[in-house]
């Protein structure tokens, strides 16, 4: 998954414009190679090859909490975490190493779901779009297994209340599955399928299947329709196919892991 809402940002090596996921983490210029590290402050630092924000550590336990409901975190849930962590917050190899830490530590805490998720909550200042894309995260771990067990539905949606989305938790979850009209579409999508919703081929790099499925993203993003005055018919048609483009790029990026 990816965090929706963008920000451009200046970079302070080339002087290159940059568009960069609006949430704490690092980012490197396609230009100059150089990396750095966007803040809570929503200004740009030199990386540090190690410290993590406090939203990724308070994302991870979440995470580690999840996986770890049923009393056994699998291979799958594991490489869901991984998969989840490098596309969101580009980590480099030490804060990997860190995250990973941080998730295998959480699982036998003491702190609760419920503490873990209101310390983000307060973290965020209540920042809904990445709140929203934790609550997709949630459920993309939940699913890793095959399918949305009751207990981690219930986990989730506490964790949804917390985050003051109580309300909008069916729509976050029928995004994430791409329901539409109380009918289920099917949330496997073969690899040859991925590959072509989003016009590549399976010898394409990561790097040129990532920039292509971001250029979908951007292309068929319900906000850039709604602000051109769409009808509700294809703001939820864009939902849909945005759905559709997430799981594919997901799937194809999973089976590289």
């Given at each position: 998954m990816q965090w929706t809402r963008k920000v451009t940002h200046t970079c302070p090596y080339c002087g290159s414009s940059v568009v960069i996921d609006d949430i704490p983490g690092r980012w490197t210029c396609p230009n100059c190679g150089q990396t750095f590290t966007y803040g809570?402050?929503?200004?740009?630092?030199?990386?540090?090859?190690?410290?993590?924000?406090?939203?990724?550590?308070?994302?991870?336990?979440?995470?580690?909490?999840?996986?770890?409901?049923?009393?056994?975190?699998?291979?799958?849930?594991?490489?869901?975490?991984?998969?989840?962590?490098?596309?969101?917050?580009?980590?480099?190899?030490?804060?990997?190493?860190k995250i990973m830490t941080i998730f295998n530590e959480s699982r036998y805490s003491d702190e609760s779901f419920e503490s873990i998720a209101q310390n983000l909550y307060d973290s965020l200042g209540g920042r809904r779009d990445v709140l929203v894309d934790t609550v997709t995260a949630l459920l993309a771990i939940a699913v890793?297994?095959?399918?949305?067990?009751?207990?981690?539905?219930?986990?989730?949606?506490?964790?949804?209340?917390?985050?003051?989305?109580?309300?909008?938790?069916?729509?976050?979850?029928?995004?994430?599955?791409?329901?539409?009209?109380?009918?289920?579409?099917?949330?496997?999508?073969?690899?040859?399928?991925g590959y072509r919703l989003l016009g590549c081929t399976s010898s394409d790099s990561d790097q040129v299947i990532k920039k292509k499925y971001r250029q979908l993203i951007k292309d068929n993003h319900p906000d850039r329709l709604m602000s051109q005055g769409a009808s509700e018919a294809d703001i939820k048609a864009a939902n849909e196919k945005v759905a559709q483009i997430k799981r594919a790029y997901e799937q194809i990026m999973a089976a590289r892991s």
């Open positions: 809570t402050d929503g200004q740009t630092h030199q990386a540090d090859e190690e410290t993590l924000m406090p939203q990724v550590e308070w994302i991870v336990k979440l995470f580690a909490k999840l996986a770890k409901q049923d009393g056994v975190v699998s291979e799958n849930e594991v490489r869901q975490v991984d998969l989840i962590v490098r596309q969101a917050f580009q980590p480099s190899r030490q804060q990997r190493r890793a297994d095959g399918a949305l067990r009751p207990e981690e539905d219930a986990m989730i949606s506490t964790a949804a209340g917390i985050f003051g989305l109580a309300r909008h938790y069916e729509v976050i979850k029928a995004q994430f599955f791409g329901q539409s009209s109380g009918s289920r579409t099917s949330n496997k999508t073969s690899l040859e399928e």
